[in-house]
């Protein structure tokens, strides 16, 4: 019996003490979900920042076809095709302008 009348004398500390542990405790679920949602949005540019796949295909078919074109300017007098060179940079032109277009 003495518990019982010591938990009827100090109910409201307890009270008051079970109040704080659950605060608390809400205050640490509350600071972590923060963290999450924070981490959340700092993937998500990241992710947004990425080129999707068909953007940086074509962005890397044009630097192709200007490599190309380039190195065809070059190497004018060495190379020797069917084509001839002029006719093959202004293929070149076309297509870049194509994929340009198309962006």
Do not use: H
């Amino acid at each position: 019996m003495k518990i019982l009348e010591k938990i009827k004398e100090n109910l409201n500390t307890i009270t008051l003490l079970l109040l704080l542990v659950i605060f608390f405790k809400q205050c640490g679920i509350n600071r972590d979900v923060e963290k999450i949602n924070k981490s959340i949005k700092t993937i998500s540019a990241r992710v947004d920042s990425i080129p999707n796949s068909l953007e940086f295909k074509k962005e890397l078919e044009i630097s192709r076809l200007q490599l190309s074109k380039s190195v065809l300017y070059d190497w004018n007098s060495v190379v020797r095709t069917a084509v001839r060179p002029d006719d093959r940079m202004n293929q070149y032109d076309k297509e870049i302008e194509k994929l340009q277009k198309n962006k």
